[in-house]
């Protein structure tokens, strides 16, 4: 069975290659990359991120991968975003007013309320919204409703279209943690650091990549 080519978006800012090897691991052909040429060709594409929301799009835009991005979610073929690669995704954050998003989801990044610790450092449960081929297998059948997965963060998302949201986590309030937008998938928590029940998404994403 062929391994699909995923291009891990390489703009160099944080630990880029624990989703690439993660990739690797449930059978794609990942590679860490902003080489245009390998990005032209790949079958899909991951946009990781750890760090401040300002410096991160500086550098993805410093490595001239912005107009890339925008290509391939243009071409359909499938898009994951990981924490910071998600809020990349959306149009601004409050961590920094100034910075401009990629705006492919319609929406701001917005900090977590007052009333907790921040950042969520930890595992918590999701609560899946609306069935999505990332989640397949991964629900669990008790009124909890989700998989646990491994947060690192100070910010969710919030789509201006709520049925963009697929699954939230309970934190203070209810944050949103997993998104669907059109061809896009994007978490909020880093599945490659989620054990089996993030493997299991990544395996989900690489499978729908080959079929």
């Not at 054990?195 to 998404?201: D, E, Q």
Request: glycine share 12%; with cysteine; proline share 6%.
């Amino acid at each position: 069975m062929t391994a699909p080519l995923i291009a891990v978006l390489d703009y160099g800012i944080g630990n880029l290659r624990s989703a690439e090897k993660a990739l690797q691991r449930v059978g794609a052909d990942a590679r860490l990359t902003r080489d245009g040429a390998v990005v032209a060709d790949a079958d899909a594409v991951v946009l990781p991120g750890v760090g401040a929301f300002g410096a991160c799009m500086d550098a993805l835009r410093g490595a001239g991968l912005e107009g890339v991005i925008h290509d391939i979610v243009e071409s359909g073929r499938p898009f994951l975003g990981i924490c910071v690669g998600m809020q990349m995704l959306f149009d601004d954050s409050e961590e920094n007013p100034a910075a401009r998003g990629l705006g492919v989801i319609p929406g701001s990044v917005r900090w977590i309320p007052a009333g907790v610790k921040r950042p969520q450092m930890q595992w918590n449960r999701l609560h899946i919204s609306r069935p999505d081929p990332l989640l397949v297998g991964t629900e669990i059948a008790d009124a909890a409703g989700g998989p646990w997965v491994y947060f690192v963060h100070s910010l969710h998302g919030v789509p201006r279209d709520e049925s963009d949201v697929v699954a939230t986590c309970e934190y203070g309030s209810t944050l949103n943690a997993v998104f669907r937008h059109g061809n896009v998938i994007a978490t909020q928590f880093h599945p490659e650091k989620s054990g089996a029940s993030g493997l299991a998404m990544l395996r989900n994403f690489v499978d729908g990549v080959r079929s």
